[in-house]
């Protein structure tokens, strides 16, 4: 329809007032107005013919790999990223769940619930609830199912069954990958739900008092909910045996393995990531660095650290497999909405600020050694110092372990969210999105943290960037104000694209001018393909994902600067799986050993 509401049009037709003169002289000389009339319409006819076939053409490009004639190379020429996540397996994130016709939102808004399933066992709303996050599915199957060992075994069969270790593994060690991210929640537990007596025994497996034993083993009580709400929250623990048999197939294929720890107690940040959504984030209220012995977090992390020194000795196997531990995953991500100059000015962060004292103390440290020579003379104050001073610690308590003699590396993640605008004004203004001024930032307390001998070997800086969240990388099929150029408008996606992709170089450069030119380790432990957070506006044709892939792995590759893609597969994520699953898209490229779509026979959100 022409001048449609929803922005597309068909071709113009002849309004039926408008009247033809005919000259008299012309039809003298033999004009058949009947026979132009007719030429007329077969024109038209072919011009809707070759509309439609450039439709078939994009859409054929949108549902199948490399089906347009465009410069995709073959796949042995394709760039590829030092690392994949193993996204959403040991920590669940909603939009992974939601099948064909799911969500459109990567963050889910608050308000909505879109995961619709966790197969094998629990498949779909007819047979199970709709969830957030892996905290309140957890609550939900207690209550649809009536059982906790039933609730534990339908999280079990989910953990075995979506990654084939000697399938998965191989496939990922074939390319040439030798690193894989895990997001895992902060919750194990030493039991093991394959050889579990209780669960084995079906007759008295759902008694009060097995009930109460299954919950100890396999789940953790949420303490900052306990004692903030008075309410009983409870997180599915991750079974260490099930982590063990990952870490023993990793060595197996040459694998090294950076552990994630994505959730903690309470959440840490804003979004369904966090394990809580849509809850409110508790963790750094309870936050206690005057008393990092007795203060949960730390505790958490330092108990990790206990247990992997341990498989030096009980487990080597295992140990082989590992190659990093994160801390925190995007620490107190969107802390910086709030606050005075923010876009809530009105309302308390969930990121408190330290003490005074504390504050002063842990800034002095930071700043004693700045001079000249740096962009940022100095670590500005604010909210942001309490998320900064926990990470010190725990690179601390990491140095303080056995495992960088033994070669393993701490990947720290700070994320420029976590800032108020006041203190990185021109951020958002930069022709690339790439946020110069809060990198500058983090790399200063970077500084003040590490030696440069520790970020040569063992202390790796990690920022994660994404095109689909900055205003002026984003591509859409509706163009602006929803993106910075239109999807399938090659000229304009290349000038973005040149621009966007420089973020690699900037924290490249960055981090020569802040902590000079020693070879700080540098990582981005997410990215994709997608231009834009909703797949109602990103462009999900070949064309552009591959040139928003290979551009950034390229530039990326040229500035030392690893990527990590998010993540390896998502066969219930229905359209999100063109930017955000590698299988799938390596079968849209068409690469070797991909000719199938990153989908499943199980089915999900019916």
């Avoid at 997001?183 to 093991?192: G, Y």
Wanted: glycine share 8%.
């Amino acid at each position: 329809m022409a001048g449609s509401s929803n922005g597309y049009s068909s071709i113009p037709s002849v309004e039926e007032k408008e009247s033809i003169e005919v000259d008299p002289e012309d039809d003298a000389n033999g004009w058949d107005w009947t026979r132009l009339v007719q030429l007329v319409v077969s024109l038209i006819a072919l011009i809707a013919i070759c509309v439609a076939v450039g439709m078939f053409i994009y859409i054929s490009a949108v549902d199948n790999p490399v089906m347009v004639p465009v410069d995709v190379p073959a796949d042995d020429q394709l760039p590829l990223p030092a690392g994949i996540n193993l996204a959403s397996w040991l920590s669940l994130e909603d939009y992974f769940f939601v099948g064909d016709d799911g969500a459109v939102e990567v963050a889910t808004f608050e308000g909505s619930t879109v995961a619709k399933c966790l197969p094998p066992l629990h498949v779909g709303p007819s047979t199970g609830p709709m969830w957030n996050t892996e905290t309140d599915l957890f609550a939900n199957l207690m209550e649809e199912t009536g059982s906790v060992a039933k609730t534990i075994q339908i999280f079990h069969a989910f953990r075995e069954s979506y990654i084939d270790f000697d399938v998965e593994l191989k496939q990922i060690a074939d390319l040439g990958i030798q690193h894989v991210r895990v997001p895992m929640s902060w919750c194990l537990t030493e039991f093991d739900p394959s050889n579990d007596d209780i669960l084995k025994d079906e007759a008295t497996r759902n008694n009060a008092t097995q009930s109460s034993i299954l919950l100890e083993r396999y789940a953790c009580k949420d303490p900052f909910f306990e004692k903030h709400h008075g309410e009983t929250l409870y997180w599915p623990a991750v079974p260490k045996p099930l982590v063990l048999d990952f870490l023993r197939a990793c060595a197996r294929y040459g694998i090294k393995a950076t552990l994630d720890v994505h959730t903690l107690p309470g959440g840490t940040s804003l979004g369904t990531f966090n394990g809580i959504f849509p809850k409110s984030p508790l963790f750094w209220l309870y936050d206690n660095p005057e008393d990092p012995e007795n203060d949960v977090g730390r505790t958490v992390f330092r108990d990790l650290l206990s247990w992997i020194e341990s498989l030096i000795d009980s487990d080597n196997e295992a140990f082989q497999g590992i190659g990093a531990i994160t801390p925190m995953n995007e620490p107190a991500h969107l802390a910086g909405l709030f606050g005075p100059g923010a876009a809530i000015p009105d309302k308390s962060s969930f990121l408190p600020p330290l003490p005074k004292d504390v504050a002063e103390a842990y800034l002095t440290k930071l700043n004693q050694d700045v001079d000249e020579s740096h962009a940022f003379k100095t670590v500005p104050d604010g909210n942001h110092l309490r998320s900064l001073l926990w990470q010190d610690q725990a690179v601390a308590a990491f140095r303080e372990s056995k495992l960088p003699d033994h070669g393993i590396d701490i990947f720290v993640n700070v994320h420029e969210s976590i800032l108020v605008p006041p203190l990185v004004p021109n951020d958002n203004y930069d022709f690339g999105g790439r946020h110069p001024e809060g990198t500058a930032i983090f790399l200063s307390w970077w500084r003040g943290v590490t030696t440069a001998e520790e970020r040569a070997n063992w202390a790796v800086l990690d920022m994660h960037h994404y095109h689909a969240w900055d205003n002026q990388c984003q591509g859409a099929v509706n163009g602006s104000p929803s993106g910075s150029y239109t999807c399938g408008d090659l000229n304009a996606m290349n000038a973005v694209l040149d621009q966007c992709t420089t973020w690699a170089t900037m924290y490249r450069d960055i981090a020569d001018s802040q902590l000079g030119k020693s070879g700080a380790r540098l990582v981005s432990g997410e990215f994709s393909a997608s231009t834009h957070h909703s797949v109602r506006h990103s462009c999900l044709d070949v064309t552009t994902l591959h040139a928003s892939y290979t551009q950034q792995v390229e530039k990326a590759q040229a500035a030392g600067v690893e990527l990590y893609w998010w993540g390896w597969k998502m066969p219930y994520g229905g359209t999100f799986r063109r930017a955000w699953s590698f299988k799938h898209f390596l079968y849209l490229m068409g690469a070797n050993g991909f000719t199938k779509p990153d989908e499943t026979d199980i089915p999900c959100g019916v």
